[in-house]
């Protein structure tokens, strides 16, 4: 969601403008490229972090665009074993740098916020090993 919109650059054969959805997917993109993060998050429902993964690229990142600026939050969860602050300050590079490198802009901050870290779930035992184990 960008609380300002972005302003129409004028070229000598036209206009471009980008608009604020195309810069949360990019920082969306480049969160999950993130390793460590277990995809984005959309909030918290009923006091648990809700993984949208890597389907909802642009849900979980809010853009505020001037004219030449950017400033970006991205809400994620993390997988569990890494490091929090080390997820986070790549999280914060790689957004800058693709933001910077793809559209033009300068990216003045990059704010993370870790609402949950992901557990994996240990593997199911199949039914039919089960039944043959136990006798």
Known sequence: MSLLP???ERTEIGEIQIAPEVIEVIAG???VEVKGVAGMSGGFAGGIAELLGRKNL???VKVEV?????????SV???????LPEVATEIQRNVKRSIE?????TVIEVNVHIHDVHFKSPEKIDEVEFSQRVK
């Open 58 to 60: 642009s849900k979980g």
């Open 66 to 74: 001037g004219q030449r600026e950017a400033a970006i939050d991205v």
């Open 101 to 105: 490198t793809m559209t033009g802009l």
């Open 6 to 8: 972005t302003e129409s």
């Open 77 to 83: 969860i993390v997988e569990y074993g890494n490091r």
């Open 29 to 31: 993109l480049a969160t």
